[in-house]
T-cell receptor
Framework: DSGVTQTPKHLITATGQRVTLRCSPR?????VYWYQQSLDQGLQFLIQYYNGEERAKGNILERFSAQQFPDLHSELNLSSLELGDSALYFC?????????????FGPGTRLTVT | TQLLEQSPQFLSIQEGENLTVYCNSSSVFSSLQWYRQEPGEGPVLLVTVVTGGEVKKLKRLTFQFGDARKDSSLHITAAQTGDTGLYLC??????????FGKGTRLSVIA
């Protein structure tokens, strides 16, 4: 158990819909990272927050947005969903920021768009 | 174009065999991380290699960072069924986010 929790574990929704994925980092971790994992693209970095502020942005679509709240939990919002958005979404957390910081991954949310 | 290429993509071996998987790039990394991911779980960090030529051992797993810091290998001795999983390498360059390879999916059969 990494100490990072993600809800829900599975999510099935239709195209055009909007969903929110939630992540609670390990106690004491200030950084939260979101990743998307699909079979053809592998694990892709989406976005990072550090202590409530956006720190780094990766291959995140404009239809996707995220935020980190004062209690440090984070939410990833996916809107106007398309079939291609079906994937595993992982949240990771670390104490510090920067690529060298050891990241602890949650169990992921499996999103299926039908 | 994938920045980190992992090979082979799939590997199925018998318990007790040895294996090596590779992580290659044309870019230089300040460090490289190896993760193992089991079905239904998130990746778990196994090791970080930092110095060119560095070799790190974790029980039956041996990790090597290339001299030029562009590639790495993971060697498993006497594989066990518990080694089954997806092995991912991830590169660190400056302060940019981690870059992951697509992984090697290992299946160890009893």
């Amino acid at each position: 158990d990494s100490g990072v929790t993600q809800t829900p574990k599975h999510l099935i929704t239709a195209t055009g819909q909007r969903v929110t994925l939630r992540c609670s980092p390990r106690s004491g971790d200030l950084s939260v990272y979101w990743y998307q994992q699909s079979l053809d693209q592998g694990l892709q970095f989406l976005i990072q927050y550090y202590n409530g502020e956006e720190r780094a942005k990766g291959n995140i679509l404009e239809r996707f947005s995220a935020q980190q709240f004062p209690d440090l939990h984070s939410e990833l919002n996916l809107s106007s969903l398309e079939l291609g958005d079906s994937a595993l979404y992982f949240c990771a957390s670390s104490v510090q920021t920067g690529a060298k910081a050891e990241q602890y991954f949650g169990p992921g949310t499996r999103l299926t768009v039908t | 174009t994938q920045l980190l290429e992992q090979s082979p993509q799939f590997l199925s071996i018998q318990e007790g065999e040895n294996l090596t998987v590779y992580c290659n790039s044309s870019s230089v990394f300040s460090s490289l991380q190896w993760y193992r991911q089991e079905p239904g779980e998130g990746p778990v960090l196994l090791v970080t290699v930092v110095t060119g030529g560095e070799v790190k051992k974790l029980k039956r797993l041996t990790f090597q960072f290339g001299d030029a810091r562009k590639d790495s290998s993971l060697h498993i001795t006497a594989a066990q069924t518990g080694d089954t999983g997806l092995y991912l390498c991830a590169g660190v360059r400056g302060n940019t986010p981690l870059v992951f390879g697509k992984g090697t999916r290992l299946s160890v059969i009893a």
